[in-house]
């Protein structure tokens, strides 16, 4: 399993752009990258996963540069309810279900 | 359609007690999985199935026994619990294709005193 790294918390006003960088140097040819998220009391939920290059849907949006050894997950004008634990996940879980493996993840704030 | 559900939500247990933990998926996944997460910290796998009558150990098996007779079904058994075991239990399910996603339940919160 290729291991992550991503920051433990971070701090954002309301309204403005989040980045959150995550960090997979050993990542392997088939892996993907995903990321969840988890608010209190609740079970984490898919957010966004890609491959290679960009990837945008409605919620946030994926960059992951050539080499992929990191990737950051964008979330644009975050607002109060976007506090949450955002976890960064590399691996194709369809080959393998033991590929699902979380780490502490990222605690974001977002203060008024 | 109800995606993954989980049974009960919270249970408070003495010491020594066993119960189970019921998973239920509608989604015909391949693969589900039983999670742990204590305060502050992320998801620990504690055993997982890749199709019905396989289990196989996570990351924090001990202590934990699981049965999957049913594709849809994912059971979690505490023998003899102890109040190390309190936690949230969270369970998933996903399919066996590439590039997919998992899904959760909502939790159950276990308190063993």
């Known amino acids: 399993l290729a291991k992550t790294t991503q920051p433990i918390s971070m701090d954002s006003y309301e309204g403005q752009e989040v980045n959150i960088t995550c960090s997979h140097n050993?990542?392997?040819?088939?892996?993907?990258i995903t990321w969840y998220q988890q608010f209190p009391s609740q079970g984490p939920r898919f957010i966004i996963q890609?491959?290679?290059t960009k990837v945008t849907n409605e919620v946030a949006s994926l960059f992951i540069p050539a080499d992929r050894k990191s990737s950051t997950l964008s979330l644009p004008r975050v607002s109060l309810s976007d506090t949450a634990v955002y976890y960064c996940?590399?691996?194709?879980?369809?080959?393998?279900?033991?590929?699902?493996?979380f780490g502490t993840g990222t605690r974001l704030t977002v203060i008024p | 359609n109800a995606g993954v559900t989980q049974t009960p939500k919270f249970r408070v247990l003495k010491t020594g007690q066993s119960m189970t933990l019921l998973c239920a998926q509608d989604?015909?996944?391949?693969?589900m999985y039983w999670y742990r997460q204590d305060p502050g910290m992320g998801l620990r796998l504690i055993h997982y199935?890749?199709?019905?009558?396989?289990?196989a150990k996570g990351e924090v098996p001990d202590g934990y026994n699981v049965s999957r007779l049913k594709k849809q079904n994912f059971l979690l058994g505490l023998e003899s619990a102890a109040p190390s075991q309190t936690s949230v239990y969270f369970c998933?399910?996903?399919?066996?294709?590439?590039?997919?996603?998992?899904?959760f339940g909502q939790g159950t919160r276990l308190t063993v005193v």
């Open positions: 050993n990542i392997a040819t088939n892996d993907y």
């Open positions: 989604m015909n996944h391949e693969y």
């Open positions: 998933a399910s996903s399919s066996d294709r590439r590039n997919t996603e998992a899904f």
């Open positions: 890609g491959y290679k």
């Open positions: 996940l590399v691996g194709d879980i369809g080959s393998g279900a033991n590929n699902l493996f």
């Open positions: 199935s890749v199709g019905e009558g396989t289990t």
